[in-house]
């Protein structure tokens, strides 16, 4: 029986606006823990029911393990409690992974948002992720990504891992993703809870279709939240409306391999980080791509002015 503060519980209840939080680095490519309490600060006070770090787009696999344990150590203090922190992991296999996700739970992680092996059978994802959700305090989340991880996992392993494998919550960003939404929630029923992505691309559809939130990153989350606000109150025609007026910002900045680099470059524009610096492999931003960007950000009537406040209508 779960108490009230058991984690796994805490988050089978989980709903809301998750955002991947980037990993902040100095104009020279060293970490920039000084920058995670600001953007944390940021976060919490945007309205977002938590914090996503370490993920594809947190850099994760440009950073040594003693630098994984910094930065989620970081968040975890900036968090202070206000909301919780999951953590990415990827390995190449089932030790690999419970090395990572055990870490990250010893420096107070909520949930991890785990990966899945790469090549690997439905069955042996079935004992991949019931393997990890057996030996950790903390809950295991599906992070269903074939674009970047090249693997697919099929709904009727999630459905399973729902009903049999200790695991309840997903990251589903495999697009179309709405018929994936509808038969998870048909064979699993209420055995898992999902979470959109894809950088809120499709975060009306998926609300519409079931999810419970969505878990991306996007540098303007006051957006996200309203609209899951309003959604959740039973408001669609309003969480529609504001979907439609700002899609154009969230269409540009979830461009596929140029995504962190907005993203980073707003935040900084924001006041929130000190650099837009991406570690090496990673494409950059140019001038011109700089300038349809602020232009994207006038057109949908908000600024990226440091400390300004937004007005989202």
Not at 7 to 12: F, H, K, S
Not at 181 to 210: D, K, N, P, W
Not at 244 to 253: H, K, N, S, T, V
Request: aromatic share 8%.
């Amino acid at each position: 029986m779960h108490t009230p503060t058991d984690p796994r519980a805490v988050a089978l209840d989980a709903s809301g606006v998750y955002t991947i939080c980037p990993t902040p680095f100095a104009a020279d490519g060293a970490l920039d823990l000084a920058s995670i309490a600001p953007l944390v600060d940021f976060q919490v006070a945007a309205g977002v029911a938590g914090l996503a770090v370490l993920g594809f787009l947190g850099e994760a696999h440009k950073l040594s393990n003693a630098e994984r344990r910094d930065v989620v150590a970081a968040f975890v203090k900036a968090a202070a409690g206000r909301v919780p922190v999951w953590v990415g992991v990827r390995a190449l296999g089932i030790a690999g992974s419970i090395e990572q996700a055990r870490e990250a739970a010893d420096v107070g992680a909520a949930a991890v948002f785990a990966a899945p092996l790469d090549n690997a059978s439905d069955a042996v994802q079935f004992d991949y992720y019931q393997a990890l959700a057996a030996a950790l305090p903390i809950p295991v989340v599906i992070h269903d990504f074939p674009a970047s991880f090249g693997t697919e996992i099929s709904p009727d392993v999630v459905a399973r891992l729902g009903r049999e494998g200790g695991v309840h919550l997903i990251k589903m960003e495999e697009p179309p993703v709405g018929p994936k939404i509808t038969r998870i929630r048909e064979l699993a029923g209420a055995s898992m809870r999902i979470f959109g992505g894809l950088g809120g691309m499709y975060f009306l559809e998926e609300l519409q279709r079931g999810a419970v939130g969505t878990m991306t990153g996007f540098a303007f989350p006051e957006i996200l939240v309203k609209i899951y606000r309003q959604h959740a109150a039973g408001d669609h025609a309003g969480a529609a409306a504001t979907f439609d007026r700002y899609c154009p910002l969230i269409r540009y900045e979830f461009q596929p391999k140029l995504g962190l680099a907005l993203r980073k470059y707003v935040y900084q524009r924001r006041g929130l980080i000190t650099s837009d610096a991406i570690r090496a492999p990673g494409m950059r931003m140019d001038a011109v791509t700089a300038r349809e960007l602020e232009a994207v950000v006038e057109r949908v009537g908000l600024s990226i002015t440091a400390n300004a406040p937004l007005a989202i209508r």
